[in-house]
């Protein structure tokens, strides 16, 4: 009796071998290849497991292909703004097309890194100190006179990142004030406004948070090492560049604070389904979260799909838990 109030909510949908599914990919941010290199391998992945499985991108032939022919749910393997500033979903939401991943109000809220700090600080997740500063008030208040304030009171070296992005693109490390001009101008290129983050020096961490029905749970740490200190956007997505330990090389005791903080930012920012949380270990192995992806790489060299074979998992059977998940909330 489906339709009696008094039936149990279901934990799960139909099995995921009766669903079909959209996959969203390519999208026109910086990261479109990456998105692109995503959303095959999703597809592949699920149709291994046995979903009917179709790649879109997201231009003026999905709504229109959405409103004829519903899928039971949508994969969005789409990176930078169009995936994951949040208003994708809410179009989904409006279609009545559930999708994998958080909320549109969610997903808003991590893709602006000051805003998805200052709610990390809040709960009492640590992350390194920072100033957020849009190009107009840069210039209204004189370049000279804020970037002297900055480096007075977060010192040196810094992070200048854009507020809203991925991949490491306009991003830059500052090890000397005469440097800064010079990287805020880079950053300014990406985004409006830049964000003036402590650089924190250590080990580079992304820790997968999964929950497949039975609540969130952190995957093994991955460690990078990317080949020449920097983890730009070419030693993301050039074979060699980069070397991944699964699981990172941290004792029992950080590995835990690690999960656990994790764990903390995916719940203080009210996310859903996976996400993937940025951080760096300190020298004294305490975390420092950088920032939280909602939608999170899943090329070969992606570090979600890392984590789900460290933890001994399928990733065509977790992404056809999640679709099937995600088809259950459907109103
Ligand atoms: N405050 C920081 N201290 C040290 N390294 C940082 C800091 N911020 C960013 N990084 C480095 O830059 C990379 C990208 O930063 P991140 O905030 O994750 O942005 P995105 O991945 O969206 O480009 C990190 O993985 C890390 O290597
Ligand atoms: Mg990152």
């Excluded at 079909?20 to 941010?29: D, T």
């Excluded at 693109?169 to 800064?180: D, F, I, K, T, Y």
């Excluded at 402590?198 to 995957?219: I, K, N, Q, T, W």
């Excluded at 956007?233 to 330990?245: D, I, K, L």
């Amino acid at each position: 009796m489906a339709d009696s109030p008094a039936a149990p909510t279901p934990v799960t949908g139909p099995t995921s071998d009766e669903l079909r599914v959209l996959v969203l990919a390519g999208g026109l941010s910086y990261e479109r290849d990456v998105s692109l290199r995503s959303g095959r391998r999703v597809l592949d992945a699920l149709r291994a497991v046995g979903v009917e499985a179709e790649l879109r991108d997201a231009d003026v032939a999905l709504l229109p292909a959405l409103t004829a022919d519903p899928p039971d749910a949508v994969v969005i393997a789409l990176h930078g703004a169009t995936g994951e500033d949040g208003s994708l979903r809410g179009v989904l939401d409006l279609c009545d097309v559930p999708y994998v991943g958080c909320d549109a109000r969610s997903s808003r809220l991590a893709w602006d890194k000051p805003s998805a700090k200052a709610v990390l600080r809040e709960a009492g997740i640590p992350t390194p100190d920072w100033v957020a500063l849009p190009h107009d008030r840069f210039s209204e208040l004189g370049a000279v006179a804020v970037l002297d304030r900055i480096v007075d009171r977060l010192g040196l070296p810094l992070m200048v990142k854009p507020a809203q992005g991925g991949s490491g693109l306009g991003a830059a490390v500052v090890r000397e004030a005469a440097s800064l001009p010079a990287a805020m101008v880079g950053c300014f290129a990406y985004d409006q406004t830049a964000l003036v983050e402590r650089y924190v020096p250590g080990m580079d961490v992304a820790v997968s948070v999964l929950d497949l029905g039975e609540g969130p749970r952190a995957l093994p740490p991955v460690e990078i090492v990317p080949r020449n200190g920097v983890y730009d956007y070419a030693a993301r997505y050039t074979a060699g560049r980069t070397t991944w330990h699964a699981p990172a090389r941290l004792d029992a005791a950080t590995t835990a604070q690690v999960t656990e903080v994790a764990l903390a930012a995916h719940t203080a920012l009210g996310l859903r389904d996976l996400s993937r949380v940025d951080l760096i270990v300190d020298a004294e192995g305490r975390p420092h979260v950088l920032e939280v992806n909602v939608s999170p790489g899943m090329t070969e060299t992606s570090l979600l799909p890392l984590a789900i074979q460290a933890a001994g998992l399928d990733f065509g059977r977790v992404l056809g838990t999640l679709v099937s998940r995600a088809a259950a909330r459907r109103r």
